[in-house]
Structure formats: C-alpha cells, structure tokens
Nanobody, 123 residues
Framework: QVQLVESGGGLVQDGGSLRLSCAAS????????MAWFRQAPGKEREFVAV????????YYADSVKGRFTISRDNAKNTMYLQMNSLKPEDAAVYFC????????????????WGQGTQVTVSS
C-alpha cells in the first residue's frame, strides 16, 4: 500500500517562504510523475506544479511560476515544493499526488494522493 505524507505547512507572513515535502512509502515512486495541488476554502482543487519521474521536466501553474520550485529526490522517495514570495492567495491545503502518466496531472487524475498540509499566509 502506497502512502504519501505531506509536511512543512504552517503559518507564514506575506512575502515569506515555506518548503513542503511529500514522502512516499510502500513502494518506490521513481517511475511516477509527482505533482502538487492545492485547495482553498470554497474553491476547487487546482494544479500547482508537476515533475517528471526523472526530475528533468517540470511544469507550473501561471500563478506560481517564478516563485515556486518543485523538485524530487528519488533516492529518498520524496518530492519537495519550495515556495517563495508567498501571497495571501497562496493559502490553501496543499496535496501531493503521484501518477504513472505525466499528462494525467492536467486532469488531476492521480494514482495516489496524500492527506494534505495547511499553508496559511498572513497579510
């Protein structure tokens, strides 16, 4: 059974930084693309960023491009999201997911999901 566990969320001031982690257990996800999504209260879950299995390809939502960086360490079976210049509109529950198909992330069709970690940005 694969488990994804997010960590690193918390309260940060406007303009601050946080680094989220998504640790996988149960099997190696080195052949899976992995992605971050977020969901703010009253809104639908939205795509944030995705990274290919090798880490060589990344895509970002326009709203976070230039501020967030997705990365992964396959030896540690862990993915990261470095979030800089955080804004109040970035506040949400952040979820990580894994999929065999990179293109599936466009539709949020992930094989595995984590339980989420809360990010709060104070203005």
């Amino acid at each position: 059974q694969v488990q994804l566990v997010e960590s690193g969320g918390g309260l940060v001031q406007d303009g601050g930084s946080l680094r989220l982690s998504c640790a996988a257990s149960g099997r190696s996800l080195s052949t899976y693309a992995m992605a971050w999504f977020r969901q703010a209260p009253g809104k639908e879950r939205e795509f944030v960023a995705v990274i290919s299995s090798s880490g060589g390809t990344t895509y970002y939502a326009d709203s976070v491009k230039g501020r967030f960086t997705i990365s992964r360490d396959n030896a540690k079976n862990t993915m990261y999201l470095q979030m800089n210049s955080l804004k109040p509109e970035d506040a949400a529950v952040y979820f990580c997911g894994a999929t065999r198909s990179l293109s599936s992330t466009e539709y949020g069709l992930m094989d595995y999901w984590g339980q989420g970690t809360q990010v709060t940005v104070s203005s």
